[in-house]
């Protein structure tokens, strides 16, 4: 008996404190670097090692893959689950029971001692054990599902973070070359002017659109200084390890699926690829095992307690048998809550197809809309550069001032602008297609890390 109980407390796992330290946390965070090369290593391994400080925004998205604490949290989530799919499918430990007792009086001269040992074994019925496991199965794909929900978001954040970044920056240039050349305009204005040529209230009104360009060229600044910001948040880095990182974002199928895919595939696509239908399902299974175990709790589980017992000299071996929760067929009405939770998941599974049809629909309706003002800012750019073209020509001849072809070249220049942001919208739409299709990066030949994989924070900063 004593060798047993050593036997069981020498098996045990002891304590260990771990507590947390956010301060160290904080200090690690704020010491980030893109330039480490366990980072950089690991980055190369997927998306190619980045040249000098240009990242693609394939290359940052991995590095977020190894950066963000969040993926490392969900990873630890979907192990426990694992780890207690593994406990669940153990059957209940065996036990043990012993007794001692002494006869005071009426003994007849015969040993006053009684001891009893029996064993205690459960035996579970209507199925218990299998629908616990089904259930614990179920809880580990719901954290699977969640992982791969939580790496893909972070994907399509980061490309579209490094997106941003890439077309606050284009309308940046393209701001400031509208200001170069309103500043031209106005200085042959002003000249004219000298000249009595031009009225003040016509070089009053250049000076006003001059003023109004530097607006919107500070603006356009300001919002550069805000994507590379909303960069380093997704990356979970500090702002100056993206302030010299010249960005790229590489175009995905995007809104060219418009013209090789129809709606019908586009949709099967998108409700087979999107990991939320993936979590919706699993959390249906999770209910589903659910009711599956609440319908098995009627039955009653066996206790059976083979022993023997030494009475006052006398040996004696017992069976004892128990059928405890005799009355588990009144379980009605967790079976009756479990039966309409099941039916609020399957619910939840039409809800999230719904969305996702819906985000599809919308994602096709921007792809059409920014391809039409695409054209039209092509129709455009080719009007205003046939004026200029046009306006040197008749300069050259000497028919017109040298105003009237600057006059014109500003107006390529903003035609050019409203081209860029124009193809940057089409981009974004198509980013957005991308995502509303589930595709990680809108290609078919690109190879992503398994987020179930360890080696997703190896090398990572920390």
Known sequence: MALLLWFAVAGCVRYVPQPVEPARHAAAYRARTLDDERLLAWVARWAGRPELHRWSDRQLAVAALGTRAELGRVRADWRAAVAGEGALRARPAPGLEGGLERAVS????????????????????????????????????VAEAELRLTAWRT?????????????????????????????GVQALERARYEEASLTSGELARTGSEVQDARARASAAEA????????????????????DSLEVTAVAGVGCAALDSVTSDSMAALALTQRPEVGRALAEYAVAEADLRLEVARQYPDLELGPGFI??????RWTLGLALPNLLGFRNRAAIDAAEVLRTAAAAHVAEVQDELLAELTLGTGRC????????????????????????RVAYERG???????????LAVVRAERAR?????????????LDAALGAWAGGGGERWPDPRDDALTEGAPR
């Open 223 to 242: 919002a550069v200084l805000e994507t590379r910001a909303a960069l380093a948040g997704v990356l979970a880095v500090p702002q100056v390890a993206v």
């Open 420 to 432: 860029q942001t124009a193809e940057l919208r089409l981009a974004s739409a198509g980013r957005a």
């Open 106 to 141: 009426g003994s007849g001269g015969q040993s006053p001692w009684v001891v009893s040992l029996a064993g205690l074994f459960s035996v579970e019925l209507g199925g218990k054990r299998g629908a616990r496991v089904q259930r614990a199965r179920a809880r580990s794909a």
């Open 155 to 183: 994907v399509g954040a980061v490309r579209s973070a490094a997106l941003a970044v890439v077309a606050a920056e284009a309308d940046l240039g393209s701001s400031r070359r509208e200001v170069e050349s309103l500043v």
């Open 368 to 391: 059409r809309g920014a391809a039409l003002e695409r054209a039209s800012s092509e129709a455009q750019v080719a009007a205003a550069r046939e004026g200029a073209e046009l306006a």
């Open 399 to 409: 028919e017109t001032s040298r105003l009237d072809p600057a006059l014109v070249d």
């Open 310 to 315: 030494w009475d006052q000299g006398v040996h």
